[in-house]
Each structure stands twice: as structure tokens, then as C-alpha cells.
């Protein structure tokens, strides 16, 4: 059974940090990449970062650029945002998803809400 729960999420005020954690399990973790997402309300939802399946490559939406870092432990199954001199406007519900660039198959998490206000 494929699991991808996420957790860390929580209110935080502006200019505060947040860690993020998404354990993987029921699929070979290593072989996917993994990606966090976001949806404020009424927006659609975006992509803000992305991780090889050896984290040897990353990737950032410009929004987060400098604050946010992804990184994955693949012993752990498990992979991290760390999220740096919030912003009201990274107020969220912040998904995780792997996804297999030869199978193509997608999985996603169940997401976790990030709120930031003083």
C-alpha cells in the first residue's frame, strides 16, 4: 500500500521557519523524484520544489527561492522542506508527490496546512 504522509505543518509567524517531512512507504523511494506542492485557498495549486531521486539536482519555484531547501534521505524514506523567513503569503496547504520519470506513475500525499500570521 502505497503512503505518503506528510507532517510539520503548523501556524508560524512571518519570518519563521517550518520543517516539513514527507515519509514514503510501499514503493521504491529511491527511484522517484519528489516534488512539494501548494494550494492557498481559492488559487490552483503550484509547484514549489523538486529533487532527483538522488538528490543530486533541485529545483525552486522563484516565490521561494534563497528560503526554502529540499532534501531527501533515502534511508529514511523520507523528504524535507525546510522553509525560511516566511511570508504571510506562503500560507498553505503544502502536498507532497513522487513522481517516476520512466513509469510516469504519480503518487501524492494528503497535505499540510502552513499558516503564517503574526
Known amino acids: 500500500q502505497v503512503q505518503l504522509v506528510e507532517s510539520g505543518g503548523g501556524l508560524v509567524q512571518p519570518g519563521g521557519s517550518l520543517r516539513l517531512s514527507c515519509a514514503a512507504s510501499?514503493?521504491?523511494?529511491?527511484?522517484?523524484?519528489m516534488n512539494w506542492y501548494r494550494q492557498a485557498p481559492g488559487k490552483e495549486r503550484e509547484l514549489v520544489a523538486t529533487?532527483?531521486?538522488?538528490?543530486?539536482?533541485?529545483n525552486y519555484a522563484d516565490s521561494v527561492k534563497g528560503r526554502f531547501t529540499i532534501s531527501r534521505d533515502n534511508a529514511k524514506n523520507t523528504v524535507y522542506l525546510q522553509m525560511n523567513s516566511l511570508k504571510p503569503e506562503d500560507t498553505a496547504v503544502y502536498y507532497c508527490?513522487?513522481?517516476?520519470?520512466?513509469?510516469?506513475?504519480?503518487?501524492w500525499g494528503q497535505g499540510t496546512q502552513v499558516t503564517v500570521s503574526s
Open positions: 529533487i532527483s531521486n538522488f538528490g543530486t539536482t533541485t
Open positions: 508527490k513522487a513522481d517516476n520519470r520512466a513509469s510516469r506513475r504519480v503518487y
Open positions: 510501499g514503493f521504491a523511494f529511491s527511484a522517484y523524484f
